[in-house]
């Protein structure tokens, strides 16, 4: 999202979320003053205005699928909002896309933006955290971009999968973690490939306790 996007976002849009939406947030404090990759589970629509009401008014990006709203109206719309909001979409479903949405990724964070992501890939059906995908470990070994966790509770009763419109209630909370670095890990991984078995067990690694920092943001 470009600034002057994001600074319509913090004029207009982040006072109706306080008022109309968010019961708490905290943690802000542990924001830090350069970019980083955001993280969150992943239970509503509403999770995109929450991180992004914790982003404005910086510059950030988020990874959007384009393999749903395929048909008429609600593709048009979805296409729109990708484009205000620069979106970076990508086909789960393919590999090329996935290839170049991570390629998109590395350029985004290499340009100082901050960069949303769910690691748990889709939303929650039951809104209890799913298993975090390795995606965001691959990412974050290819930038040293610090990895700030975020809990998110009320946005499911507002606005579970399957239901078009939100509930107005003043329930959601947030929780903002301390920035997570993965030094050591990153050291490790340097000269390694891809595709080699201690690679892999890296990045099980880092997205096992980003799960883990994520949930406790959730139950504390």
């Known amino acids: 999202m470009n ?9 207009f849009l982040k006072p109706i979320v306080l008022k109309f939406l968010i019961k708490e947030v905290r943690g802000l ?3 830090p003053k350069t970019n980083f990759i955001l993280v969150a589970n992943h239970q509503s629509h509403l999770d995109h205005i929450i991180t992004g009401f914790i982003c404005v008014p910086r510059r950030f990006r988020i990874i959007g699928q384009i393999d749903q709203y395929n048909k008429g109206l609600i593709r048009i719309l979805r296409d729109f909002i990708y484009f205000i909001a620069e979106v970076i979409p990508v086909n789960r479903k393919d590999k090329e896309s996935k290839r170049k949405a991570i390629e998109e990724v590395i350029k985004t964070l290499k340009k100082g933006d901050i960069l ?14 799913q298993k975090g995908k390795i995606g ?5 070994l290819r930038t040293n971009i610090p990895i700030l966790p975020v809990g998110i ?6 606005l579970p999968p399957g239901r078009s419109f939100p509930r107005i209630k003043k329930i959601i909370e947030v929780k903002v973690g301390k920035c997570l670095y993965f030094e050591e890990e990153f050291e490790r991984a340097k000269n390694l490939t891809e595709n080699s078995e201690e690679y ?8 096992d306790r980003i799960m883990e920092e994520i949930n406790n943001l959730i139950v504390t």
């Open 3 to 11: 600034r002057m996007v994001s600074w319509f976002c913090l004029i």
């Open 29 to 31: 404090e542990n924001i």
């Open 116 to 129: 949303i992501i769910y690691p748990e890939g889709t939303r929650s059906r039951t809104a209890q955290i």
């Open 136 to 140: 965001v470990a691959k990412i974050f």
């Open 153 to 158: 509770k009320g946005t499911f009763e507002l």
């Open 200 to 207: 892999q067990k890296i990045c099980q690694k880092i997205i």
